[in-house]
C-alpha cells in the first residue's frame, strides 16, 4: 500500500487555481477500532479468523450475537466497515450445523451480486463447507439453473429476477422449504416507486416461504439513514433490532466544498477562501513550490487576478477535470462521480488527452466505469482499482454501491447526488485503512448545491434523511395482487393481510377480469400470459414507448418522459449520440427518431392545472396551515424551443392532448393582504405573480434537502388565484399516479424547509434571481414571471406565522416559570406548616403540569386559586408581584420599600396609556441593573401589544443570553432579525453567541 501524499493535499488547497473557489474545508478526524471477543463459535468459523488474522469489530460481533438469537436486525453502519462479513458468518455456522439449510441473498445491482459471490466462493473453501454458492439473474445461462436450482444452498439474485420466478415456485421447493435466511443489501436503495414495488415483491416472497412451510430471518444491510427502523418495517413488514454504532478504524479525512460558482457567496457569511482553523477549517496561504511540468506550464506568465478570469471562464465539467488530473499527476488514486454517463465519460477522454502531454505513461492508467458496460469489462476496471493497475476512474453512481475495489486516496463528486446517503456513500470510498484522505465535492448551480456551499455546518450537522416507502399506491398494490394470485390462489384474508386493502379493489380486478373467484372462494389469474411481465417494479405505468430507429430498438420510455424528452422535433441523447424525433404515435405506443448531428438542445414548455379532489388532512404549523390530499393534475405540453447554449432558436407548436393523472400532494394559501403589501411596495407588473412562482421553485429546489427524493419526483403551480381555494395558492404534488409518499412525508419538516429555502435566498448575491436561488431548470414556463425580493417578503409573512404561534408559546413559557419560581420561593419561605407544604406540593404539581401543557395564564391562576387559602388572593399570585406584602404578616422596614418599588413598577406596567418607547427604556434600565425578572416583564408587555417590535424581541434574547439560554436568545434574536432584517445589534449577537459555541 502506497501512503498518499500529505503535501500534496496542502498544495491543492494552495493552488492558485483552486484556493479562491475552496468554500469550506471540513477536517473529519479518524478513529481507532473497538473489538469484541466472541465466547461461542464454531470451531472451523474460529479457525477461518485466526488463520485470517480477522479480530471482529464490536458491531460484527453484536450482529453475529442478534442473528444467533433469532432476531431480524438492520445494519446501517458506513462503507467498509465490514457489514458482509456480520452477517456471512453466521449464516455459514447455521448452515455447518443445518445441512440443508438455505439463504438467499438480494442485491440491486448484478455487480453487487458478483463481488459477493467470490467472497463466499472464499469462505466456501477456507470453512470447508460446501454450499455452491450461485447467482441467479438475467445472465445466468439457461443450461446451470436447473443445477443451481437443486444443489445451491446461497443463491445471489435481484429483486426484478425474484419478480419473475416466484410463480416458477414449485421449482424451488427444496430451496424454498429450507430457507432460514433472506438478506438484503443496499436496503437504503429501495426508495420512492422502486421501493414500494420491492416492498410487495417481499410480502410475496415471505407467502411463498410459509407455502412451503418455512419462516426467513431478515438481515438487512444499509448506508445510515435518519429512518431505518421504519425502512426495515415497510420493506419486510416486520420488526427488527437495528446496529448503527461503527467500530471500524478509520483515518483522518479532509472534505472540501468547492464552489466554481463562489461569486454568489455573500462575503459577510465566513464561508470564503479565508477559513478560520478554529472551527475545523483551514486557513488559505500563499501557493509556493509547485513542482511538476503541468503546473508551472499551466500558470507561467499568469498572476493570480488572471488566473482567477481564466478558470472562472470553465464549465464545472472542464473544472472537474482540472482537479482530476492535478490529484492524479500528485500520484493520488482517485475515483471521480459525475451526473451521468456521457459526463463520465467525456471527463476520462479529456483527462487521457491531457495526461498525453505532460505524463504519458499516466494517461493508460485513466479510465471510465459506468453501467452498460460488459460484465468482464467491468470487472477488469474493478479489479485494475483494487491493484492499483488505474490510478483514475471517472464513474456514475454505479461505483457508489458495495462493490469492492479497495479503499482510494480520493474521490471527487461533482455535483450533489441528490441525497446525504449517496453523497457519504461516495465519500466513504476515499480512506485506506488509517491513511488521511481527501473528498472534494463540487457545486453546481442550483439551488440545493450552493444551499450547502454557503451553509457548510447544515450538511456536516445534517441527519440522514428518510427513506419513503408508500404502502397505499393503489395502482401498485393491484399490480402485485394479480401477481400473487397468478403464484398461488389468494383468499380475502391474504388480501387484507399482505396487502391491506379493501374488497373493492378485488371487485374491480373482478369486473375488469383480471381475477376470478374459484369454488373455494379464492382468487386466481385467468390468463395464460404471465402476470409479472406485465407490471414494472421501476414505474407505476406498465405503458412502455418503444424508441425506433431505422427498425432497432433504441430504449424504451413512459409516457409522461415521451412527452418531456422524445417529442416530435426533439433532440434525444442516446449513448453519445444525437437523435432527432421524427414521429410519436400514441396508440401504436411507437417514437420514431433518426441519426443527427446538431449543435443545440430542445427543452419543452408545459401548462399545469389542478383539481382538488379531496383532503385528506390539515396541518397547522404554527399559525400557517398546509393542505394535504389527493388532486388532479393536467400537464399540458404544448411548445418546445430549440436552443443553443441559453440562446433560443425558435419556438414550435405541439400537438399532444394533456397528459392527466390522479396525485396527493400539499397545498397552502396566501393571503390576499400579502398581494396588496408587494403591490404597493414595489410598482411592477406580476410582482404577486412572480413571488408565487418564486416561492414554488425555492420550496421544490431544496425539497430533496429534507425528504430522500431527486427534484423531478415532484412538481408544483403557483396561481394568483384557484378556483378550490378562492385564494392565491401555491400546489406542491407526487409526480406520479397514485402519489409515492413524498408530500406527506414534507408536512413534517415544512418549517425546516421553509427557513432553508429563505436562508439560501438572503444569503443569493443575485439581484433579481438566478439558477442558484429560485431558477427552475424544469420550469415549464421559461422562468417567468419571477420576482425575488417578493418571493423573499411572501417566505417572510410564511415563516413569520410559523415562528409567532412558537414565540407566543415561548412566551407563555416565561410567563408560566416566573410564576411558579416565585410562588415556589414563596410558599417555602412562607410556608412550614404540614398542611401548607402539603398544600405547596399540590401546587407545585399542577403548575408543572401546567407549564408542560403551555395553557394560558388564567388556566393557572385558577389551578393556583383552588388550592391556595384565602390568605393568597389573586393579586399577591399575579406573576409581576411575587414579593407583595401579605395581609397578616409584619414586614420590616426595608420589606416595605421593596413592596412599594415593587407596587409602582406594577402600576406602570399596567398603565395602558404609558408608552411603548418609555417602557423600551425602563427595560433597557433594568436589563443594565440585571433585573432580568422586571425587564422580561416589560418587553413581554410591549410585545403583547406590538409583536412586531425588533428591539424588544432583540433585548429578550439578550436577556437569555445572559441566563445562560443560547438556544433560547438565538430564536428571539432571529425573530428580531426576520421582523427588521437591519438590526445590527440582533445579528451581532447571533455571531458573538456561534462563536462561543464553537469554542467551547
Avoid at 49 to 68: D, G, P, R, S, W
Avoid at 131 to 136: E, G, L
Avoid at 158 to 175: A, E, T, V
Amino acid at each position: 500500500m502506497i501512503p498518499m501524499d500529505k503535501l500534496a493535499i496542502d498544495k491543492f488547497k494552495n493552488d492558485i487555481r483552486f484556493r479562491h473557489k475552496i468554500a469550506h474545508i471540513e477536517k473529519i478526524p479518524g478513529k481507532k477500532a473497538i473489538y469484541m471477543n466472541l465466547d461461542e463459535i464454531d470451531p472451523k468459523i474460529a479457525k477461518y479468523l485466526e488463520k485470517n488474522n480477522i479480530k471482529l469489530y464490536k458491531h460484527q460481533a453484536t450482529a453475529y450475537k442478534k442473528i444467533k438469537n433469532k432476531k431480524n436486525i438492520i445494519i446501517t453502519t458506513p462503507t467498509a466497515s465490514g457489514k458482509t462479513l456480520a452477517f456471512n458468518l453466521p449464516i455459514l455456522e447455521t448452515m455447518l450445523k443445518d445441512k440443508k439449510a438455505t439463504a438467499m441473498y438480494i442485491y440491486p445491482a448484478k455487480a453487487l451480486s458478483n463481488d459477493q459471490l467470490n467472497i463466499l466462493k472464499k469462505l466456501e473453501d477456507e470453512i470447508e463447507l460446501e454450499i455452491k454458492p450461485a447467482t441467479y439473474d438475467g445472465d445466468t445461462p439457461k443450461n446451470k439453473k436447473y443445477g443451481i436450482r437443486q444443489n445451491s444452498r446461497i443463491i445471489l439474485t435481484n429483486p426484478y429476477q425474484i419478480h419473475h420466478i416466484l410463480s416458477w415456485h414449485h421449482q424451488w421447493k427444496r430451496f424454498y422449504s429450507n430457507l432460514k435466511y433472506i438478506v438484503i443489501d443496499e436496503a437504503h436503495y429501495y426508495k420512492g416507486i422502486f421501493g414500494s414495488n420491492v416492498a410487495y415483491l417481499i410480502r410475496r416472497l415471505k407467502r411463498i416461504a410459509k407455502f412451503y412451510g418455512s419462516s426467513p430471518q431478515f438481515i438487512l444491510s444499509s448506508a445510515t439513514l435518519a429512518n431505518p427502523l421504519e425502512l426495515a418495517n415497510k420493506l419486510v413488514g416486520e420488526n427488527f433490532y437495528l446496529i448503527d454504532k461503527d467500530t471500524s478504524p478509520s483515518g483522518e479525512k479532509d472534505f472540501i466544498f468547492y464552489n466554481p460558482f463562489y461569486k454568489n457567496l455573500k462575503k459577510n457569511k465566513g464561508n470564503n477562501s479565508q477559513l478560520n482553523s478554529e472551527n475545523g477549517t483551514e486557513s488559505i496561504g500563499n501557493i509556493k513550490d509547485l513542482e511538476d511540468k503541468f503546473i508551472e506550464d499551466t500558470i507561467a506568465n499568469n498572476n493570480e487576478d488572471n488566473w482567477t478570469k481564466i478558470t472562472d471562464g470553465l464549465s464545472i465539467h472542464q473544472e472537474t477535470e482540472m482537479i482530476f488530473l492535478y490529484l492524479l499527476l500528485k500520484d493520488i488514486q482517485t475515483l471521480c462521480f459525475t451526473v451521468s454517463r456521457k459526463i463520465a465519460e467525456l471527463i476520462a477522454m479529456w483527462a487521457k488527452k491531457d495526461m498525453e502531454n505532460y505524463k504519458k505513461p499516466l494517461a493508460e492508467k485513466i479510465t471510465a466505469y459506468r453501467a452498460g458496460y460488459l460484465a468482464n469489462e467491468r470487472r477488469e476496471i474493478e479489479n485494475g482499482l483494487k491493484n492499483r493497475e488505474y490510478l483514475g476512474v471517472t464513474c456514475t453512481n454505479a461505483l457508489e454501491l458495495g462493490i469492492n475495489i479497495g479503499s482510494l486516496d480520493a474521490v471527487i463528486i461533482s455535483g450533489y447526488p441528490g441525497t446525504m446517503i449517496s453523497t457519504w456513500q461516495q465519500a466513504g470510498r476515499a480512506g485506506r485503512g488509517n491513511q488521511k484522505s481527501i473528498v472534494i465535492l463540487l457545486a453546481f448551480e442550483n439551488q440545493l448545491d450552493q444551499y450547502f456551499m454557503k451553509n457548510p455546518e447544515f450538511f456536516f450537522d445534517k441527519p440522514h434523511e428518510n427513506a419513503i416507502i408508500d404502502l397505499n399506491n393503489k395502482m401498485i398494490i393491484k399490480s402485485h395482487l394479480l401477481c400473487a394470485a397468478n403464484e398461488i390462489p389468494i383468499t380475502v384474508d391474504e388480501v387484507n393481510e399482505i396487502f391491506k386493502c379493501d374488497e373493492t379493489l378485488l371487485d374491480k380486478a373482478i369486473e375488469s377480469y383480471d381475477l376470478i373467484k374459484n369454488k373455494r372462494e379464492q382468487y386466481i389469474y385467468p390468463h395464460d400470459d404471465e402476470a409479472s411481465f406485465k407490471h414494472s417494479l421501476d414505474q407505476l405505468s406498465n405503458d412502455s414507448f418503444k424508441v425506433m430507429s431505422n427498425g432497432k430498438l433504441l430504449e424504451n420510455m413512459e409516457i409522461g418522459q415521451v412527452y418531456r424528452e422524445a417529442h416530435e422535433g426533439a433532440v434525444l441523447i442516446n449513448k453519445g449520440e444525437t437523435y432527432i424525433v421524427d414521429s410519436v404515435n400514441l396508440k401504436s405506443m411507437y417514437v420514431n427518431v433518426y441519426k443527427q448531428a446538431v449543435e443545440y438542445h430542445t427543452i419543452v414548455l408545459k401548462d399545469v392545472d389542478i383539481k382538488i379532489k379531496s383532503k385528506i388532512k390539515k396541518e397547522k404549523i404554527g399559525n400557517f396551515t398546509v393542505h394535504f390530499g389527493e388532486l388532479e393534475v393536467s400537464e399540458d405540453y404544448h411548445k418546445y424551443k430549440k436552443m443553443h447554449f441559453s440562446k433560443s432558436l425558435g419556438t414550435f407548436t405541439l400537438d399532444l392532448p394533456p397528459l392527466r393523472f390522479k396525485t396527493k400532494g400539499i397545498w397552502f394559501t396566501i393571503s390576499n393582504k400579502i398581494k396588496e403589501h408587494l403591490e404597493d411596495k414595489f410598482d411592477e407588473d406580476n410582482v404577486f405573480a412572480g413571488g408565487l412562482h418564486g416561492v414554488e421553485h425555492g420550496l421544490i429546489g431544496l425539497f430533496p434537502l429534507h425528504v430522500m427524493c431527486d427534484r423531478f419526483d415532484i412538481g408544483g403551480l403557483s396561481t394568483n388565484y384557484h378556483e378550490d381555494t378562492q385564494e392565491a395558492t401555491i400546489f406542491i404534488y407526487d409526480a406520479y399516479e397514485g402519489g409515492i409518499g413524498i408530500c406527506e412525508k414534507a408536512i413534517e419538516v415544512f418549517n425546516q424547509l421553509v427557513q432553508s429555502t429563505k436562508d439560501l435566498i438572503d444569503n443569493c448575491q443575485c439581484d433579481s434571481g438566478c439558477p442558484s436561488c429560485i431558477y427552475s431548470p424544469k420550469c415549464g414556463n421559461e422562468n417567468k414571471p419571477l420576482h425575488k425580493d417578493a418571493t423573499r417578503n411572501i417566505l417572510n409573512f410564511i415563516q413569520n406565522e410559523i415562528d409567532t404561534a412558537e414565540q407566543d408559546n415561548i412566551l407563555d413559557k416565561i410567563h408560566l416559570e416566573d410564576n411558579y419560581n416565585k410562588i415556589n420561593n414563596k410558599l417555602n419561605n412562607k410556608i412550614n406548616s404540614s398542611i401548607n407544604n402539603k398544600i405547596s406540593n399540590t401546587i407545585n404539581n399542577k403548575l408543572s403540569n401546567t407549564i408542560n401543557n403551555k395553557v394560558s395564564n388564567n388556566k393557572v391562576n385558577n389551578c393556583i386559586n383552588n388550592n391556595i387559602n384565602n390568605n393568597f388572593n389573586n393579586r399577591q399570585i399575579n406573576y409581576r408581584q411575587s414579593n407583595n406584602r401579605q395581609s397578616n404578616n409584619k414586614v420590616s422596614n426595608n420589606n416595605k420599600i421593596n413592596n412599594k418599588n415593587n407596587i409602582e413598577n406594577e402600576e406602570k406596567i399596567n398603565n395602558k396609556e404609558y408608552n411603548i418607547q418609555t417602557k423600551l427604556k425602563e427595560a433597557l434600565k433594568f436589563y443594565k441593573d440585571k433585573n432580568y425578572t422586571f425587564a422580561k416583564d416589560l418587553l413581554i408587555d410591549i410585545l403583547n401589544y406590538d409583536k412586531y417590535n425588533s428591539n424588544s424581541w432583540y433585548l429578550l434574547g439578550a436577556i437569555l443570553k445572559e441566563q445562560g439560554d443560547e438556544n433560547g436568545a438565538l430564536k428571539f434574536l432571529k425573530k428580531s432579525i426576520i421582523v427588521d432584517p437591519a438590526n445590527e445589534k440582533a445579528h451581532e449577537l447571533i455571531d458573538i453567541i456561534k462563536n462561543q459555541s464553537i469554542k467551547k
